[in-house]
């Protein structure tokens, strides 16, 4: 028997071993809290982008504050869990309305992640105990409508307060509309990059953090092309981006924004000095999502454009104008990015009028009289 070796560890295991083997099993008081604060340390190192580990931080804490800080984690269960979401689904959220399922569920999306984190990092041990959890159903949400339509919804009443919100989340804005809009902003906005950006939004329909680290570099006005950088990531952490074609008119209002522009690499950018903004710059620099938010509804607000709630609504027009002019559905995804077969059914529609065409077309009087027509003529010679 080797000098060194246990006693007992080597006769039990027929002199194969000589020191007992060390606990592997994972701790059982790792904590809720310890493994959030591990969790966006890790991934607060450009592997998310800032908006998205703040995203994480706030789904997160509602878990924190519900089950505790000094929860252990490896004795979590469904039931447990199951309390949480219950808890959940009947607070309050945006416009006093229940939290919606889809809200739920991208809460306890990011639990899971941290969750499966923990297992690749040896700090848990077993699957995410999520499965058989029950969540509310959801109301299908209001397919996107006209400014018309939404209009003469409204005013026939019977919706309450957090339906009409609804109905004017649906909300998108035809060509005409749009003319409309940037008409109102070209003699409102308080900034001179904001006509432009409007612009942008409407012909191009990049999202708002799309816009927001856009580079004057992404720019090919003579290729008449944009290349707009995404949020998601591809197989293996790359960033994705994708090249987005510009219509004649937005190509000149970015040329003359590009005379005056006022210095640094992003495309859209304030001042050194921003009034009502808590920003303090000492250069021309990046707009933050608030400050966009801010300068969306200060443009808008106290005219006939007030209702549209954010830069959103041009994303929603952008698709649903494609889609109106029959313009192939694989090119409305390129432009736009990846899209959820939800997202193409809510936009993949046709204005009022069109669809009126388009069932006159079949049942419409002068497509009765040519049926009926049809229906007269003798057999052909060869029927038969």
Known sequence: MPPDADIATFLLSDGKLT?????????????????????????????????????VRIHLGHFVRSLGEKSPLQSLTVSQLQAHLDRRAKQKGRGGRPLSPTTLRKEMSSF???????????L???????????????DEKPPFQTWQQVECQVAQGGFSAAEVQDLWDAVFLSLADIEAVLAWVRQRALHEFLYPMFSFAAYTGARRSEMLRARITDLDLTGRTIVLHEKKRA????????????????????????NIHHGGPQLFCHQATVRRSKK??????????????????????????ARLRGWHVFRHSFASNCAAKGVDQRLIDAWMGHQTEEMRRRYRHLFPDQQLQAIRLVFGTE?????AAADAQPPSASAG
């Open 112 to 122: 899971r992640a941290c969750w499966n984190w923990g297992v690749q990092a040896g």
């Open 235 to 258: 197989n293996k952490g790359r960033r994705t981006s994708r090249r987005v074609p510009l219509p004649d008119v937005l190509v000149t209002t970015l040329t003359e924004w590009l």
């Open 280 to 305: 303090r710059r000492g250069e021309p620099g990046a707009l933050t999502r608030n400050e966009a938010h801010d300068d969306f509804k200060r443009t808008l607000a106290d005219g006939p454009w």
């Open 19 to 55: 020191r007992r083997l060390q606990d592997q099993s994972v701790p059982t008081l790792l904590t809720l809290g310890a493994l959030r604060a591990q969790y966006l340390q890790a991934h607060s190192n450009g592997t998310l982008e800032d908006s998205s580990v703040a995203t």
């Open 367 to 371: 497509a009765t009289q040519a049926n």
């Open 124 to 138: 848990l041990q077993g699957p995410f105990p999520n499965r058989g959890l029950r969540y509310p159903k959801a």
